[in-house]
């Protein structure tokens, strides 16, 4: 089953009557316009089972207060899955949602959340936030934080820059994770980082070449996946277009589960630029990594002849800064997109949407 099947014949794929549904959920729409998953009471319990799993993959407990910096409105799953996994496992819950520094430290001093579930990319504003007003996160309830939507592992399963750039000023561990709402299902980390585990309870995945066939430990492949138990719109083999390495050794932390690495690149995002072949996502990750770059956004294009064209709108600091990107740019990537030097309202105005649930860095105009 491909996105573009549910897409097309949405309703189809509705296995009860409206009758039985409780919540109308519906991805982002990052690959196109958006796709509705109706749940019944019995889907809205399994997520909750779903997530408080993820919570124990994660190493917390009913002991464990959470602070959810994620919306719960927006038809988005996620927040919702994070709220019920946190009921489900009897925790203590603060629901704080997206954005407002202020409110996240005054909940922080007030409630002493031992968890934040929350993007990535935020916490390194949070952190700026707290030494700008005298706070010390080093001094604060905070001992995880569940990430979500962007990876803080590079492909070697090593922590990215942002991760670094988090862990650098604020003593926390980091988890990765990974789903969609076609999955109603995540794959979290345990504490030995190897990896985002699958909970093979709730979920078939297989991680399959270009000819269909199941790699092997440690290769990229198409993330496919068969959510078990899901009532109002189960699937059979949805095809994520996720590439992702698979990993199907023990753990050391004992389970013997197949696990995931972070995203390398979704499929239908591979661009060609001047004959080689790559994700947007390591054009990101260099980005992140460079001192010089403020704010960015990057814009996939097609141009006159229908070749890919890449633009990266970016706020840059420092002497020779435009050449000292541009420079590393090439040398690690071997290509050079078209860098437009833009002011930090120019490309936030494009990054972040009042009607989007997270910020977008990426903008496929093909």
Request: proline share 5%; aromatic share 6%; hydrophobic share 35%.
């Given at each position: 089953?491909?996105?573009d099947d549910i ?16 919540d109308?959920?519906?991805t ?8 509705a998953?109706?749940l019944t009471q ?8 779903n997530e408080?799993?993820s919570?124990?993959?994660?190493g917390?407990s ?10 719960i409105?927006?038809r ?8 019920l ?5 009897g ?5 704080s949602g ?12 007030r409630?002493?959340?031992t968890?934040?579930?929350a993007?990535?990319s935020f916490?390194p504003?949070?952190i ?5 007003n005298g706070?010390d996160p ?13 990876a803080?592992?590079?492909e070697n ?7 670094n750039k988090i862990?650098?000023?604020w003593?926390?561990?980091l988890f ?5 709402t076609?999955?109603?299902t ?6 030995a980082g190897?990896?985002?585990h699958?909970q093979?309870e ?5 991680v ?5 066939k199941q790699v092997?430990?440690?290769?990229p492949?198409e993330v496919?996946v ?11 083999r ?5 590439v992702?390495n698979?990993?199907?050794e023990?753990?050391?932390c004992?389970r013997?589960?197949?696990r ?11 661009i060609?630029?001047?004959?080689t072949?790559?994700y ?8 992140n990594a460079l ?7 990057i814009?996939?294009?097609?141009d006159?002849l229908?070749?890919d064209?890449?633009r990266?709108?970016a706020l840059l600091?420092g002497?020779?800064?435009q050449t000292?990107v ?15 030097l ?8 494009l ?7 997270k910020p977008?860095?990426?903008?496929d105009?093909?």
């Amino acid at each position: 089953t491909e996105k573009d099947d549910i897409a097309s014949r949405n309703e189809d794929f509705l296995c009860v009557g409206m009758e039985d549904v409780r919540d109308i959920v519906t991805t982002s729409g990052t690959l196109g316009g958006s796709v509705a998953s109706y749940l019944t009471q019995n889907d809205l319990t399994r997520l909750g089972v779903n997530e408080a799993g993820s919570y124990l993959l994660a190493g917390c407990s009913e002991e464990d207060t959470f602070q959810l910096l994620t919306t719960i409105d927006k038809r988005f799953m996620a927040g919702l899955a994070y709220f019920l996994g946190a009921n489900e496992l009897g925790a203590r819950i603060i629901r704080s949602g997206p954005g407002a520094l202020q409110l996240q430290w005054e909940s922080i001093k007030r409630f002493k959340p031992t968890v934040l579930v929350a993007v990535p990319s935020f916490i390194p504003r949070l952190i700026k936030y707290a030494i700008e007003n005298g706070i010390d996160p080093n001094k604060s309830s905070v001992k995880k934080i569940i990430c979500i939507g962007e990876a803080v592992r590079d492909e070697n399963l090593e922590p990215n820059f942002l991760a670094n750039k988090i862990t650098s000023e604020w003593n926390v561990q980091l988890f990765s994770t990974y789903a969609s709402t076609e999955m109603a299902t995540a794959f979290t980390e345990c504490e030995a980082g190897c990896g985002a585990h699958v909970q093979p309870e709730l979920m078939f995945v297989e991680v399959l070449d270009e000819e269909g066939k199941q790699v092997e430990n440690g290769k990229p492949g198409e993330v496919v996946v068969t959510p078990l138990g899901v009532e109002g719109m189960p699937v059979l083999r949805f095809r994520t277009g996720d590439v992702c390495n698979y990993y199907n050794e023990p753990c050391s932390c004992g389970r013997n589960t197949p696990r995931l690495g972070p995203v390398i690149g979704r499929k239908q995002q591979m661009i060609k630029l001047k004959g080689t072949s790559l994700y947007p996502n390591a054009i990101i990750d260099e980005l992140n990594a460079l001192p010089e770059v403020v704010n960015f956004v990057i814009e996939l294009h097609s141009d006159d002849l229908g070749l890919d064209e890449v633009r990266v709108r970016a706020l840059l600091k420092g002497e020779n800064a435009q050449t000292n990107v541009m420079e590393h740019l090439s040398g690690k990537l071997r290509v050079k997109p078209r860098l437009i030097l833009s002011t930090n309202e120019e490309i936030n105005s494009l990054k972040f949407n009042e009607n989007e649930r997270k910020p977008k860095i990426l903008i496929d105009r093909r």
